[in-house]
């Protein structure tokens, strides 16, 4: 009995360097980072004047509204084209499915500084498409300019819709084909299938997946800063100005909207944690 | 019939099309001598890549991020393996916390992390603000997700709890067990989820730019600082690097189809695995 209980404090301790790196570099941060946050700007009197300040500030509030607004209408598009893309993948045969969902996968690598650079090159001041446009006398693009909201939405969508479609994709193939047999039987037509069936089917994975997409928007950085660097007002671009740039350092304030943000990632999550309990009843 | 084959078609072609356009402007854009004015470049040069691989900086850049890559990878592998193991075979009762714990950073963005490390490790007793050892700590932490999620499923899927009272039924010790029986069995799911986390950790930029900068340059940094200098240049980078994801992804694709058999003979629940499922749906059917 002691010899049990021995080997079981052995195995306690073994887990030793697991909690002690969780601790220091997940736990403290985002400890610190939330009590800074509840903290005037000397870094030492308890306050509140952080959120109030930036929920006063119509420059903070501004950021805030251009993140959500980015977020949002970029996973809507792409959650709308991916329902449709999505749909049409699977009605081709496996071998062309299969070859479609490796593009979809190694083009949802192609994110960030990488991504920001390849649409400078197409679209940027000198991009192949402007400059072709140009010449082609085309106004398309004439009042179209990368590097402020309309781009960033362009870029947004882009690294969107792979993601998208890789996460509908298999709520799609969870449609049995017996469903659709059933239904005709009783005599509904290929429209009330879809009607009663097959979309509130899909729903819960839709709603879940555009929680995914809204928080993988919110908290992009990379691809916004390489194509604006800290021009545009935006929630991330502004948290690290605030934490890490040369200048107006206000680590409190930027810990105070890095709460907000993870606040809003966390809440995206469980909406998606929920929807999926929905669909696969095995997790809860 | 037929207008829905034309129109699923189209989709497909417009959706392949639009995902590869920015990535083949890319490639012809790194290998293309003058080009102005023209639909394709007027001349083909493979100087640029020339350049790039004749530049120190970018062998030191490349060099720097593979050791962070690896020296993460081989920490959280070498950290995370026994303690899922542990946790799953003899302390169950933690099992809800410890995924909680490792899901965690999945929901945090790295801006986020990136302000909290910052704000402990500027000063204090660790003065690791600015050195690798930061990123190391942080990359550990971003991947764990990953790490925990392809670890206890392949636990799941070998039954390893079984596994090992019948090692120990046999004679074995819990370390023998552990080590002869248990992690041969799930060599391949350690593998994909090292080299996803390769794979994400080789495209970080966020981190690396506000913990370290320029005091570290990794690969992405280089690519950043080369962005506003030279379009061919930089253009040659993004494809090397990528032309690397691209293998990666490759191999993790590839190994993911084949524990599939293996899974259906255990019987076990199945992952998610958005590749290589055997469900046959009824789309396919109706095509015929």
Redesign the interface.
């Known amino acids: 009995m002691r010899k049990l209980k021995k080997?079981?404090l052995f195995?306690?301790v073994?887990?030793l360097?697991?909690v002690l790196?969780?601790i220091?570099?997940?736990f403290?941060?985002?400890?610190?980072?939330i009590l800074?946050s509840f903290l005037a700007d000397d870094g030492k009197t308890p306050s509140m004047i952080q959120y109030f300040t930036v929920f006063h500030s119509s420059y903070y509030l501004q950021a805030v509204q251009n993140s959500v607004l980015i977020s949002l209408f970029s996973s809507v598009v792409s959650i709308i084209i991916a329902i449709?893309?999505a749909y049409?993948?699977?009605?081709?045969?496996?071998k062309?499915?299969?070859r479609?969902?490796?593009?979809?996968?190694?083009?949802s690598?192609?994110?960030?500084?990488?991504?920001a650079?390849?649409?400078?090159?197409?679209l940027g001041s000198n991009g192949?498409f402007t400059?072709?446009f140009a010449?082609l006398g085309l106004d398309l693009f004439a009042e179209f300019n990368l590097y402020s909201w309309s781009g960033l939405i362009l870029v947004y969508i882009?690294f969107q819709?792979?993601l998208a479609i890789?996460l509908l994709?298999?709520a799609?193939?969870g449609?049995?084909?017996?469903?659709?047999?059933a239904a005709s039987l009783l005599g509904a037509t290929n429209v009330r299938f879809w009607l009663h069936i097959g979309i509130p089917y899909l729903l819960p994975s839709i709603v879940g997946t555009l929680s995914i997409l809204f928080?993988n928007a919110?908290?992009?950085?990379?691809t916004a800063?390489?194509l604006v660097g800290n021009n545009y007002n935006l929630l991330?671009l502004q948290?690290?100005s605030l934490?890490?740039s040369d200048v107006a350092l206000k680590?409190q304030l930027?810990?105070a909207l890095?709460v907000l943000?993870?606040v809003t990632?966390?809440a995206a999550?469980w909406i998606n944690n929920r929807m999926m309990r929905r669909i696969r009843r095995?997790l809860s | 019939m037929k207008f829905n084959k034309i129109f699923h078609k189209t989709v497909l072609v417009v959706l392949v099309i639009y995902l590869l356009l920015p990535l083949a402007a890319t490639l012809i854009f790194s290998i293309a001598g003058k080009w102005d004015h023209t639909l394709l470049p007027e001349s083909i040069t493979f100087k640029w890549y020339g350049e790039l691989f004749s530049d120190e900086r970018f062998y030191q850049a490349l060099l720097r991020s593979l050791f962070l890559i690896l020296v993460t990878v081989a920490i959280s592998n070498i950290i995370m393996l026994p303690t899922i193991f542990i946790v799953a075979v003899y302390f169950r009762r933690f099992e809800r916390i410890l995924q909680a714990v490792a899901m965690l950073p999945y929901g945090i963005p790295p801006i986020v992390g990136a302000v909290g490390l910052i704000k402990v490790y500027s000063s204090g007793p660790l003065q690791i603000s600015g050195t690798p050892w930061l990123l190391v700590g942080a990359y550990f932490v971003i991947t764990m997700p990953y790490m925990y999620q392809g670890i206890r499923n392949s636990l799941q899927t070998i039954n390893a709890q079984e596994l090992v009272s019948a090692a120990e039924l046999l004679g074995a010790t819990k370390f023998q067990a552990f080590q002869k029986i248990v992690v041969p069995n799930i060599l391949s799911g350690i593998f994909v989820s090292t080299l996803l986390s390769i794979a994400l950790l080789f495209g970080e930029f966020v981190l690396a730019n506000l913990l370290v900068g320029g005091r570290f340059e990794t690969i992405q940094i280089y690519l950043y600082q080369k962005l506003n200098k030279s379009g061919h240049t930089a253009s040659a980078i993004v494809i090397t690097y990528y032309v690397i994801i691209l293998l990666l992804t490759w191999i993790i694709l590839e190994l993911k189809k084949r524990p599939m058999q293996f899974q259906s003979v255990f019987g076990k629940r199945k992952q998610l695995i958005l590749v290589g499922e055997k469900t046959e749906g009824f789309l396919k059917g109706e095509h015929k």
């Not at chain 1, 650079?117 to 197409?122: A, D, N, Q, T």
């Not at chain 1, 449609?175 to 047999?181: D, R």
């Open positions: 080997q079981k195995l306690l073994l887990l360097p697991f790196l969780v220091s570099f997940e403290w941060p985002l400890f610190a980072m800074n449709i893309t049409s993948i699977t009605r081709f045969s496996r062309i499915q299969d479609m969902l490796m593009i979809t996968n190694m083009t690598n192609f994110e960030g500084i990488p991504l650079f390849s649409y400078i090159i197409l192949l400059l072709l010449e882009y819709i792979p890789m994709y298999p799609y193939k449609i049995q084909k017996q469903w659709m047999e928080a919110m908290g992009a950085y990379a800063y390489a991330s948290i690290a934490v890490a680590p930027g810990s890095g943000l993870a990632m966390l999550m095995d």
